[in-house]
């Protein structure tokens, strides 16, 4: 893990936030090639379930909404985390996260409050900080961060950044049904950004207070639907997803939440897991099916009727299927499961073996040498064409020798280094070098770019 996070600082994936003022605490900035991988996750996500579906619509709501939102979905009352203080040190701590790293998760999901304080006595739960073992009592804190609209700071104008995107879908069913007449069943698709006053975020851009999901929320009429079947197709749909990102299939594995580990409104929730160097860890929820307590919910708290009228005349609130993925996790998972070392000649080599379609940077261009005009002038040229043909980022990189700029393209992923040499002045080629086998290949410039496009692809 240390390994991928000097990598991805050095090499401008992902930098600390604020970090001339000395950073604040697990925010990260993506760089000029973590911004170019994040967006081509994004891509691919946004391809499988919206462009290549029929029954998938997009949506990009308001982060901010109107507060009764959070009241309905139960967030206000109910989304928050069991925090304790150690009366020796005043550390903050989450219960469960402690008992968790001790009895394992399976022994802390669903429990009470009142459950956690048992087991932190009896487990002789100590401060990670003091080594104490002097607890404050168990309290929720509430996850949402609290802003203010407007120009007074009262009760009034009291509104959050949404803690998750879903939401914003369901709020919108009832437009998108009246403009579009979208037959069921269907689904909304959308990408934005959420926000979680996390306790104890870390692991990197695992855990973060400000973060990025990509939401579907799949709704159905359950009395002419087989919710069994379609909770395995979405199923399907996520691992099928997860496969075009490149991740390695032994890092993964599919888990079904035990009924103490359901919230209140699922009937069932199936993982996509990651083994992670600090172990395995939720990738994405595959599919989780929510009822139709959201639909309901708002419909109660709004006035409005969210129900769908079938064939027959009858009236019914849609259920609905929830797969949901995070970009900055996904990204992680793929900078590690991509990350590779092997020895060349003597020397360490990094790469990054991203697939093409996820790599952020699809191709660079070199002269041999930076010093003989004819050769820049040609990489030029070439370079210029190659950026207008090719789909993603092409980059030129004149500087230092050619090993060393191989070398620094390796360890950003780029799958092909094109090199114009002397010789390429004389028959019109150039030098094509593969980044996992180091293979280099001379190739015509007039086929540059089918050759290319068909590598890419």
Same mark, same amino acid.
């Given at each position: 893990?240390?390994?991928?996070?000097?990598?991805?600082?050095?090499?401008?994936?992902?930098?600390?936030?604020?970090?001339?003022?000395?950073?604040?605490?697990?925010?990260?900035?993506?760089?000029?090639?973590?911004?170019?991988?994040?967006?081509?996750?994004?891509?691919?996500?946004?391809?499988?379930?919206?462009?290549?579906?029929?029954?998938?619509?997009?949506?990009? +709501?308001?982060?901010?909404?109107?507060?009764?939102?959070?009241?309905?979905?139960?967030?206000?009352? +109910?989304?928050?985390?069991?925090?304790?203080?150690?009366?020796?040190?005043?550390?903050?701590?989450? +219960?469960?996260?402690?008992?968790?790293?001790?009895?394992?998760?399976?022994?802390?999901?669903?429990?009470?409050?009142?459950?956690?304080?048992? *087991?932190?006595?009896?487990?002789?739960?100590?401060?990670?900080?003091?080594?104490?073992?002097?607890?404050?009592?168990?309290?929720?804190?509430?996850?949402?961060?609290?802003?203010? &609209?407007?120009?007074?700071?009262?009760?009034?104008?009291?509104?959050?950044?949404?803690?998750?995107?879903?939401?914003?879908?369901?709020?919108?069913?009832?437009?998108?049904?009246?403009?579009?007449?979208?037959?069921?069943?269907?689904?909304?698709?959308?990408?934005?950004?959420?926000?979680?006053? !996390? %306790?104890?975020?870390?692991?990197?851009?695992?855990?973060?207070?400000?973060?990025?999901?990509?939401?579907?929320?799949?709704?159905?009429?359950?009395?002419?639907?087989?919710?069994?079947?379609?909770?395995?197709?979405?199923?399907?749909?996520?691992?099928?997803?997860?496969?075009? *990102?490149?991740?390695?299939?032994?890092?993964?594995?599919?888990?079904?939440?035990?009924?103490?580990?359901?919230?209140?409104?699922?009937?069932?929730?199936?993982? %996509?897991?990651?083994?992670?160097?600090?172990?395995?860890?939720? *990738?994405?929820?595959?599919?989780?099916?929510?009822?139709?307590?959201?639909?309901?919910?708002?419909?109660?708290?709004?006035?409005?009727?969210?129900?769908? &009228?079938? !064939?027959?005349? !009858?009236?019914?609130?849609?259920?609905?299927?929830?797969?949901?993925?995070?970009?900055?996790?996904?990204?992680?998972?793929?900078?590690?499961?991509?990350?590779?070392?092997?020895?060349?000649?003597? &020397?360490?080599?990094?790469?990054?073996?991203?697939?093409?379609?996820?790599?952020?940077?699809?191709? +660079?261009?070199?002269?041999?040498?930076?010093?003989?005009?004819?050769?820049?002038?040609?990489?030029?040229?070439?370079?210029?064409?190659?950026?207008?043909?090719?789909?993603?980022?092409?980059?030129?990189?004149? $500087?230092?020798?050619?090993?060393?700029?191989?070398?620094? &393209?390796?360890? %950003?992923?780029?799958?092909?280094?094109?090199?114009?040499?002397?010789?390429?002045?004389?028959?019109?080629?150039?030098?094509?070098?593969? $980044?996992?086998?180091?293979?280099?290949?001379?190739?015509?410039?007039?086929?540059?770019?089918?050759?290319?496009?068909?590598?890419?692809?």
């Amino acid at each position: 893990m240390d390994k991928v996070v000097a990598l991805a600082k050095r090499r401008g994936f992902v930098f600390p936030g604020s970090s001339i003022y000395g950073g604040l605490a697990n925010s990260w900035d993506y760089g000029p090639i973590g911004v170019e991988l994040k967006n081509n996750v994004k891509k691919i996500w946004w391809h499988h379930y919206v462009h290549l579906r029929d029954d998938m619509v997009g949506l990009d +709501a308001a982060i901010l909404m109107h507060p009764k939102i959070w009241e309905a979905s139960g967030h206000v009352a +109910a989304f928050g985390d069991p925090l304790m203080d150690c009366r020796s040190c005043k550390m903050r701590w989450r +219960a469960d996260k402690l008992l968790e790293e001790k009895i394992g998760v399976e022994k802390v999901a669903g429990k009470s409050f009142s459950d956690l304080s048992r *087991l932190i006595k009896e487990e002789k739960i100590k401060c990670p900080n003091c080594g104490k073992n002097d607890f404050t009592k168990i309290r929720n804190f509430n996850l949402m961060f609290k802003t203010f &609209q407007g120009v007074t700071e009262d009760s009034e104008s009291l509104i959050y950044l949404r803690p998750e995107t879903a939401q914003g879908i369901f709020v919108n069913f009832k437009n998108i049904m009246d403009v579009y007449r979208k037959k069921l069943p269907f689904g909304i698709a959308q990408i934005g950004k959420a926000f979680r006053n !996390e %306790i104890t975020p870390g692991n990197f851009i695992f855990r973060t207070r400000e973060f990025e999901q990509m939401e579907i929320e799949y709704f159905f009429n359950p009395e002419k639907s087989d919710w069994k079947k379609l909770y395995e197709e979405l199923k399907k749909e996520s691992w099928a997803f997860i496969g075009k *990102l490149g991740i390695k299939k032994d890092n993964l594995r599919l888990r079904d939440h035990e009924k103490d580990e359901l919230s209140h409104y699922s009937k069932g929730t199936t993982d %996509i897991e990651y083994k992670f160097p600090f172990g395995w860890g939720e *990738l994405c929820a595959a599919v989780a099916y929510r009822t139709d307590y959201d639909l309901n919910q708002h419909e109660k708290f709004s006035g409005v009727d969210l129900k769908v &009228q079938d !064939e027959s005349g !009858e009236k019914y609130t849609p259920h609905v299927m929830e797969p949901s993925f995070g970009a900055d996790r996904l990204t992680l998972t793929v900078l590690i499961d991509a990350y590779s070392e092997e020895e060349v000649k003597g &020397q360490k080599r990094v790469f990054m073996k991203f697939l093409p379609r996820v790599a952020p940077v699809k191709v +660079a261009v070199f002269p041999l040498l930076a010093n003989k005009e004819n050769l820049v002038k040609k990489a030029k040229d070439l370079y210029k064409t190659l950026k207008q043909e090719i789909n993603g980022l092409v980059v030129f990189d004149d $500087r230092g020798n050619i090993g060393k700029r191989y070398f620094a &393209q390796d360890e %950003i992923g780029t799958p092909f280094c094109i090199t114009v040499d002397f010789q390429s002045l004389e028959d019109e080629a150039v030098t094509v070098r593969d $980044r996992d086998t180091t293979k280099q290949d001379r190739i015509k410039i007039k086929d540059l770019t089918s050759y290319l496009q068909e590598k890419l692809s």
